[in-house]
Structures are given as structure tokens and as C-alpha cells.
């Protein structure tokens, strides 16, 4: 019933929309959202059967009732609680989205930012013929589901954009505030990022719910990276428990090219990533970091891909995990070597530590190779603790609880180190370290 | 006294491992224990410390008079008892300062100590760094990964006089030493000593007993000291081997 009511809503929301572009339908953007908005209703959402989402069951997080319009009234509590999160985290660079839209008042320094910030609409007017190549165009039917309601839904959809040799030396924090004070919410959002040859960027995400509601985030975004440039992305999933996370991230690099991506989950009931990257070059490198830690009834579903689709290109993909409870964690990695992407150097790991008899990992290695001269690496680890390190710590005076933090901490710290902001770092230890003690023995 | 053992029995997966064991260490005493392999060494070891692997099927050990088989391995720690162990864990990703850190205030902590802040701790590390003639790199380095046998067992003679305990036990802590290193270890051992410090020191060879020069020798054969003695006793052993000792219990080798 409520899966119905989702795409009900969606459609009203988008027919609405619809109604109010004054006849600007045949522009581009409005083209492809139309698409995506046909297909989505062509697809509705994912059961078990199909097989990108055969691990969770969707159907339960959406008996819901999900409305698509927030409040655009910016209430003070929400106020206060944007306000204090910013100074919390304390980012020098901010970009603010409250309820998906952008809040250029609450932004952080982006006049003095290195990056230019255009909505998707006027990008296409400055540059047409560069946006038909971009957006929404990593998208794969017929997996893509979600990625199509944000694109539908991507009126207040922008670009981040990278100049020609532009180093930027502060990370972009890219904050999502969502309020659900009124109802459960849906907020899409749609993003690319173009990051032009020899330029270097950093952007870290965030969502912040408001509210005793549930949000769902539906967030979609795609990062195009140009010859020998560099952009580190990272995700911080930390949300309160009342929120539902759908991340898509889609990647296309070109040579001599590098990304790397970590994404930290730990908040939230259910958090999906779908991340890619394609690469589309010699002598290009991708770097794909995870770090999952759940709890309760949590589910973290990563499902990453890594399509070798060129030459002389390497990849490195390393997911770590730790579960307790009845916590549910997928990790599907699939790494495709196309036939031309000769020496090609992949390599993926994935451990998991299971706290619980209770908890339940799925993980599964995909790799797809046509080319003959190539390196491909992948391992999968399952266990628990180890005793012998336990008895070690306490030896030395340590507590058996201390010592399980301090070894799981260990699990995780290489993840972790990944991240060059430091207080993104320190942040997501104390976190960690919170979750540990407070778990019940 | 510091520890006393009596009649000591433990197992393992219902194996009788150590057969009623008595041992009396005071003060400031260094107590060598010696025997062949699978006498049980390494048993008694580890029945001190607390490992869980072992079951203790009868008598007591005392130790600063508290029922020591009822403390948790981490209060016995706390409480003054250290073991260095014959193979010390890898474990990567903790850095050998910050779990030193948290083993040292904790310690410190229940002996109604205040915990060093992060300037004090280091400067007591970098001291005994230098007693040991180790490398402050160290500090920052996963605990033990990596590490050669040697620079393990340093690391537990670094962390011994770092938690500052009332007895030592020294499980093997010879074996995989070269001389250096094994003059470098005893040679922390003994800068340690003193008139409340005492050690166990348990090793198949005389030779780290020629450094650390014992004030008793025990021979532990099938789970049980079958002769005591003082530091000459190692000399015979190691020019006699243990075959005259076992001759010598005859009532052993008929149970066995």
C-alpha cells in the first residue's frame, strides 16, 4: 500500500512541478527529468527479485507515508539546530542545503572558494553542449531506480565545477539539512561535479536530520574528473536513527586521473550506496574506501562498482565492518576488466568482524574479466575478536571492554586514516568509541 | 611474601598439565624455573596470569595475600603481576604508545595514582626507552607488528618497567635473543631490581641466568619442582642435562 502512496506522491509532486514550467519542457534539463520520471514509474521500486537488490527488502522502510514538499518556513528550533551543527562541525568551506534547496545565507565562504557553485539549469544555459555530455549521463538502465527520482526531482539540482588547474587547499563540506517535524520527507537531491584537467578538490558530506520523523535522503550525484586531476570524496553517514539513506555516486575519470572515496556509515535504519566509477583513460586510479559499523536493526548495503574499462589503470577497494546486534551488512563489489583494458591492477578486500550471532553479513566479490594481462586481487574475511588479543590487553590491566573497543577501533583505524580532515577523523573515532561503550555486552 | 603456590593442579582440555606445584617467592627474591620441554613452564605461566585456556583443578596460589585465581587477568595486572610473554600478539592498528597509555593509567588509576596527562607519559617512556636501548620510533608503531623476535621481547621488558609491578614473570623471554639482545633485556631486568621487586623467571637455558643471576633454582619436571637449589644448580644443568634428575625421581617416571 505505502509503496504505492511513494510513487504516488512522486508523481503528483512531479506533475505539479510539471505544470508550473510555463511551457519550458523542451528545454534539455526538463527533457531529462521527464525521462527519468518515466522511468522510475516504469520501474517502481526494487523487490527482492531483482538482483542489485536481493539482500534487503525495501518494502518494510516504505510502510511509511513519504511526502515530497517540505516546509519552506525555517522554524527556530531547526534554526538553532543548523546553526549549532555548523559550529560543531566547524567546516571552512560550506556548502548548506536545507530540505534540498540551497541556503546561500547559511553558506560558508564559497565567494572565496576556489570552486564555482551553478544550479544545473544555468549551467546548461552557459554551457549546453558540456551538460548533454554530463548529466545523467553514468546512469545505467535498467539498475538505475533511485538515481531516477532525484534526476526527476532535480529542480534544485547543481554543479560543482573545478576550473582548469585549480587547487583548492580547504575540503568542501557539503551539509544536507533535512526537517521532519511536519511529516516523514523525502528529499532528493542531484549533483555533479566537474572537475577539469589538473585541478584538485576535496568535498565531504553530510546529512543532518531535524525532527521525531523519518527522512529519506535520495541523493544522486556525478563526478566527472578530467586528465591528471585529483578529488577525494568523502561520505560521513552519521545520520540520527530516523532516516533512510539512497546514495548514489557515479564516477567517470579520465587519464592519469585520481579519485579516492571513503564513505563512513554508522547512523541511520537503512543506508544503500550504489557507488561507481568508470574509467575512461590510461593510467588512471580509483581508490574506494568503506567503514560500516551496525547496530540494532540497521541495515548498510554497499553495493560499488569498478568497470576497467581502459588500459594501464589501477584500482584499489578496501570495506571494513563491524556488526552487532541483528545489524544487516552487504558489501557487493564488482570489478569489471573490459577486454582492451590490458594490465590492469585491481585489487579489493573486504573484513568483516561479527560481534553477534545475531548479525548477518552478505558480502560478495564480483569480478569480471575479459582482458588476459591483468592483476586482479580480492579477499573476504569473516570472524570475530581475537582472543589471544583480548587476553594480551587485559594482561596489561586493560578491561575486556576496553580491549574490544580498542582492537575494533584498530579493525577500522586503517579506513579511517584514509580521510585527511582531521576532524572528520577525530569526530568519527569519538563516535565510534561512544557506539562501543554503550554497547550492551 | 609475595606469591605462594600450593599443591597446584591445572589442565587443559582435561590434560593434568601441572601436578601440584608449591613455590614460596618474597620480596626482592629472582626465582629461575627450569625444565625440558612440555614440563609445564609455560602452564604456570599462564595459570598466573589468567588465561581462561587453563582449568585449575586444585590448590591456591596467594598472591600479596589475595586469592590470586579469583581476580580477572586485568586486576591482576593492576594489582602488580606481570607477564612476559613467550610469544607477544600482533596487533595492528594500536600503536604501541596508546595502548601503553591506557595499560599504564589504568594501572596507575587503581593504585590510587592519577593517570599521566600526554606530556608526563612521555617523558617516563623516553626514559625507559633509553634503559632498554630502544628506538622512540617504536612508540609509534603497531604493537608488536612487524616487530623481530628480539624487538618483542624488548617491548615487554619496556612495558614491565613502564607498569612497574611487584612480580615479574618472564616466560622465555630468552628464546630468539641474540647476545645483545639478551644482554640488553637482562640488563633492564636488573636495573629493575630491587628489595620489593621479585621475578619468576622461567627459561630452558642457563645461559640468560649467567645476566640475571637467580637467588633460587627450581627444576619443574612433569608438572611438578622436583629439585630446588641456588644458581649452581643451573650450572649442573646445563653441563649434566636433565636425564640425572629424572634418575633421581624414580617414582615420576613410574607414574608416567
Known sequence: MSVDSFVQNFKNTFETAQKALNGSSKFYPNVVRANAFESFLKSGIPTTKNEEWKYVNLFPFFSIDFQFSASQVISNEFAIFIKDSIESINPDVALVLVNGKILPQLCKNLDSYEGKILGLDQYYNEHPDEFTTLFHSLQLSPNTIFENVSTALSFDGFVVQYDKNVVTEKPLFLLNFIDTTNNHIVIPTRYIVKAEKLSQASIIEQTLTFGPNTSLSIATSEVFVDEQANVTIVKLQNDKKESIVLDSMSIAQKSSSTVTSTTVSYGSSLIRNNHRAVHNGSNVHTNMFGLAIAQDKQVIDNHTEIDHATAHCSSTESYKHILSDSSTVVFNGKVYVREQAQKTNAYQSNKTILLSDTATINSKPQLEIFADDVKCSHGATCGGIDEEAIFYLRSRGISTKDAMSMLTLAFAEDVIMKIENESVRTRIEEDFLTLLSNRTK | ?256
Open chain 2, 1 to 256: 611474601m609475595i606469591l605462594e603456590i600450593k599443591n597446584l593442579c591445572a589442565s587443559i582440555d582435561e590434560k593434568e598439565i601441572l601436578k601440584g606445584i608449591n613455590l614460596t617467592i618474597n620480596p626482592g627474591e629472582v626465582h629461575a624455573i627450569m625444565g625440558p620441554n612440555g614440563s609445564g613452564k609455560s602452564t604456570l605461566a599462564s595459570v598466573l596470569a589468567g588465561k581462561s585456556d587453563y582449568e585449575v583443578t586444585s590448590g591456591s596460589v596467594t598472591f600479596k595475600n589475595q586469592d590470586l585465581l579469583d581476580l580477572d587477568p586485568e586486576i591482576r595486572a593492576r594489582e602488580g603481576l606481570f607477564l612476559s610473554f613467550q610469544y607477544p600478539v600482533e596487533i595492528p592498528g594500536v600503536s604501541t604508545a596508546n595502548f601503553l597509555k591506557a595499560s599504564v593509567n589504568e594501572v596507575r588509576k587503581h593504585r590510587g595514582l592519577e593517570p599521566y596527562d600526554a606530556m608526563e607519559f612521555l617523558k617516563v617512556m623516553k626514559k625507559e626507552l633509553e634503559l632498554l636501548e630502544m628506538d622512540k620510533s617504536f612508540l609509534s608503531r603497531s604493537l608488536n607488528e612487524g616487530f623481530s623476535g628480539g624487538e618483542k621481547k624488548r617491548n615487554e621488558i619496556f612495558q614491565m618497567a613502564m607498569l612497574d609491578p611487584v612480580l615479574s614473570i618472564l616466560d622465555e623471554t630468552d628464546s630468539g635473543l641474540d647476545i645483545d639482545a639478551l644482554r640488553i633485556v637482562a640488563e633492564g631486568v636488573n636495573k629493575l631490581r630491587n628489595t620489593e621487586r621479585s621475578f619468576l623467571i622461567i627459561t630452558h637455558y642457563q645461559r640468560l641466568l649467567d645476566y640475571i643471576v637467580p637467588d633460587f633454582v627450581h627444576v619443574l619436571y612433569q608438572g611438578k619442582i622436583i629439585k630446588t637449589g641456588t644458581k649452581e644448580l643451573a650450572l649442573e644443568l646445563e653441563e649434566r642435562g636433565y636425564d640425572w634428575l629424572k634418575s633421581e625421581v624414580p617414582s615420576l617416571e613410574e607414574v608416567q
